[in-house]
């Protein structure tokens, strides 16, 4: 009796399983990561579709595309960076408010002093400097302090907005190393250096998250802090460095803001935080953790970049093109949330 019990119930539980798999594959491949980079690239290519169509050759001009990658490459860096963070179920507020703390602390009289009398790299490094010391607090104070990351970095946002204010005056410092200005300013191949940044960045974040022990315990944490904890993970130190992380890539896009302006201000980077994080969850990156993609963050600063080339192009109201973003967010984050629920059903299946 035992035995033919057993012969009938197999079937009930494979069958299933079976059946699920074999007649969803265009649901699987459009839930899975090519699919979500598959209708990015899509909604990308209407978008330029949209701006050929509405602005002809203006748009299509070789020199307007380059405007638009310059335009993304600097919010990409900062994006790449937060999709580490939103990836751990973290988040960062204060990149953007980073960003203009290392302009104004890179353009200081005796940073450009010293810079002139040595090397023009010194400006690099104090950039990168001040943004690492920006992540480090924010990282000590979350994993350590055990202060809510929003808390956090929101304090750091004003803090570090504030503090550029301080030290600026609120005036605008002028970068009168000439070596910095002829090598930010420089091209490879006909491409500004600015956009080979973003290239490199991209590859460096796609490499470390998809290949590294580094991108898999980032992963892990997302998905489940406390067993993440309870499989050896020293769970405190490795946020530690997340957030240092995307002070590292606020530090790099600093370098660009002030390659491409010329000039440090408190300014800079307002709102930078707000764009980096609808590029990330644009792109596919879990809000809640556990999910992050760097193909998708990037396909979703070139959407974001080449909306606003479109609506410049075609002198539209910027009311209006913010009304679109946060349509275009709504609807990304609703998405995910119909994904994210569908992901335990098939592995209870």
Known sequence: ?????????????????DH???ANPLQNFLSGPAGRSLGLVIALALLFVVGAATSG???LNLENLLTILRYASIIGVISIGVTFVITAGGIDLSVGSVMGLTTVVATLASVQLAATQSS????VLVALAVGVGAGLINGLVIAYGNVV?????LAMLVGARGLAELISGRSTQIVSNRDFLRVMRSELLGVPLLIWIFVIV??????????????RRTIAIGGNLEASRLAGIKVKRHLVSLYVLAGLAAGIA????????TAGTSTHGLLYELDA?????VGGTLLIGGRGTIVGTVLGVLIFSTLTNVFTQNNLDTSVQALAKGLIIVVAVLLQQRFAARGPRKIKS
């Open 149 to 153: 990351a929003f808390i956090a970095t």
């Open 1 to 17: 009796m035992s035995e033919q019990n057993t012969k009938v119930a197999e079937p009930r539980i494979d069958a299933p399983a």
């Open 57 to 59: 050759d203006r748009f």
């Open 277 to 281: 994080i609808a590029a990330v969850v």
């Open 20 to 22: 699920t798999t074999k």
């Open 254 to 261: 600093g370098i660009m803001m002030l390659g491409r302006t």
């Open 202 to 215: 991209a590859i460096a974040g796609w490499f470390l998250l998809n290949r590294t022990t580094f991108g």
């Open 120 to 123: 023009w790299i010194l400006i």
